[in-house]
């Protein structure tokens, strides 16, 4: 089955739940994970199952990134606020980076989160 996170920034939660909620048929066949806050929210928000990690400043980005180190994951849609410097940054470049390594499709934003989803039902 495609597995794929859903992660994303305070300031962004609320467009990954109206993208979720776009998508949400597509998306119900896939086994989902997210972070903490992000996957509470997914879950109230949508009908969706979600797998829930920890918050990312308390390691939930860490524990994605171990996922996509594994080759457990397909894909990782991380709506990023790029004008607001976060506390935990250090994670959250570790996770883009092994993503890189392992040629994990990423999308950190919304018009490549449609080329994420798209690319994943072909």
Do not use: W
């Not at 086994?31 to 949508?46: H, P």
């Not at 009908?47 to 524990?63: C, N, Y």
């Not at 040629?103 to 072909?122: H, K, Q, R, V, Y």
């Amino acid at each position: 089955m495609t597995r794929v996170a859903l992660i994303a920034h305070d300031e962004k939660k609320a467009d990954l739940i109206d993208f979720a909620r776009t998508h949400e048929t597509q998306l119900r066949a896939y086994d989902l994970i997210a972070t903490g806050t992000t996957g509470q929210r997914l879950r109230d928000e949508t009908d969706l199952e979600i797998e829930r990690k920890e918050s990312g400043p308390l390691g939930g980005d860490l524990m994605i990134g171990s996922e996509v180190a594994e080759g457990a994951l397909d894909g990782v849609v991380f709506l990023r606020d790029p004008l607001r410097a976060q506390p935990h940054e250090p994670d959250i470049s570790a996770l883009l980076r092994i993503c890189d390594v392992h040629d994990t499709a990423l999308a950190t934003n919304l018009a490549s989160a449609e080329f994420l989803i798209e690319g994943l039902t072909e």
